[in-house]
């Protein structure tokens, strides 16, 4: 069972990135999925999730309108697209897994990845 970011990088503002979460072992259809960012300093801080089939997406306020979240089950992998990125988005994205669970901000997170840095600059 493992987690496994990748995707991410340096951007400049208005800038997108597409972030990729790796899941082996996990059938994402049965778990809720869920995104976190952490500045050194700050509280790890919730930014989006999606849990079972057809569930409803969260997403943080300021990252509403410009991410999405998906995943594709058949490869294991959940996607968190992002688009006009802002300075404010700099931070360690990670991946976390938890039983399904709707609203699914309300999970429990059982495992998490080692993370996938994203740095916006001008």
Do not use: N
């Amino acid at each position: 069972l493992q987690l496994v970011e990748s995707g991410g990088g340096s951007v400049q503002p208005g800038g997108s990135l597409r972030l990729s979460c790796v899941a082996s072992g996990f059938h994402l259809d049965y778990v809720t999925v869920g995104w976190f960012r952490q500045v050194p300093g700050k509280e790890r801080e919730g930014v989006s999730c999606i849990s079972g089939v057809g569930g409803t997406p969260y997403y943080e306020d300021s990252v509403k309108g410009r991410f999405t979240v998906a995943k594709d089950s058949a490869q294991s992998t959940a996607y968190l697209q992002m688009t006009g990125l802002k300075p404010e988005d700099t931070a360690l994205y990670i991946c976390a897994l938890g039983p399904r669970q709707e609203p699914c901000i309300g999970a429990r997170w059982d495992y998490w990845g080692q993370g996938t840095q994203v740095t916006v600059f001008s």
